[in-house]
């Protein structure tokens, strides 16, 4: 139940990710720097891997884990690689056909990612805001169930905070996430995971508990013997690819129009005047909606 409460959904990774180090493999997953930048990191422990829990909503920097990799494929060690999509597509054809044997690639239904330039910026707002430290981030705190996508901040003195404001939302995502081309079912990773959205209606007892279930879809025979190994320490339920298909299983995020506008804010006043911008956007469309729809 831990592993649940600290993983965005059913926590498929860990239980995949379990199997890969009790065989003396190696994990690679996104994790936090000090400053909470966003980065890929190699753990053999399960310690080390716990850090790569949890949604990390901004792009991450692999820096020269891809060489390492290979080092550690070349010296006979399985490894596990979780990331987007366009993260394991670059491993897959990095390494050569002989050493992907061992290396097993995870992918995410993935919504897209905001740009880390504009993370920093925010963290370091909030923090002059509030004139404290923070310790801690959860792109999406379970305390308020599953469903819910509350970003929330801790800071040095304990005090957290759940900001309504999103670094995480349509119009601030790279513009090369709103026509990515794995945003389908062909995808060149062993297995891919993410939130079984929608499961409650043919499953109900699957997502009775509001704690999160993952949707895995096995790409590969080598993916599919992989969960084979797994399976009996999890529950899953079998279900038919049209029952489980996610948005971003069919077609890239749409990407608002006025992005534009929120690019040259962000270069023009940095993240407080995007945060304007922002605010002044959503009364518009929520008046718009007023007249639209007739709503009082």
Known sequence: MNQLRSSQSGAAFIAISNW???????????????SFEVVHKRSVTKKGRDEFRGSKYVQSHPGNLFQQIKTDLL???????????CQTSGLYFYVNSALRKKL????????GVASPYMWRDYLRYLEGKYKKRIISVNFRDKSFGWHSHRESFC??????????????????????????????????????????????????????????CSLLLCNTLKGKKLFDEIKDSVQFQLVGIEE????????PTF?????????????????????????????????TNLIK????
């Open 293 to 296: 729809y007739g709503i009082s």
């Open 255 to 287: 990407i608002p129009h006025y992005h534009l506008l929120l690019e040259w804010s962000y270069r023009s006043g940095g993240i407080v005047l995007v945060m304007l911008v922002l605010k002044i956007i959503k009364k518009i469309v929520r008046i």
């Open 155 to 212: 800071f040095n003195d304990g005090y957290t905070i759940y900001p309504y404001f999103s670094i995480y939302q349509d119009s601030l995502l790279r513009p090369s996430c709103g026509i990515c081309p794995f945003a389908c079912l062909k995808r060149p990773s062993d297995i891919t995971i993410g939130d079984f959205w929608g499961i409650e209606r043919n499953h109900p007892l699957m997502g009775a508990d509001n704690k999160g």
């Open 104 to 111: 097993y690639l995870i992918d995410l239904v993935c919504h």
């Open 75 to 85: 010296n006979g060690k399985e490894v596990l690689f979780s990331g987007t999509p």
């Open 20 to 34: 890969i180090l009790e065989h003396k493999g190696v994990v690679y997953g996104a994790g936090y720097t000090d």
């Open 244 to 251: 489980c298909l996610q948005p971003n299983l069919i077609h």
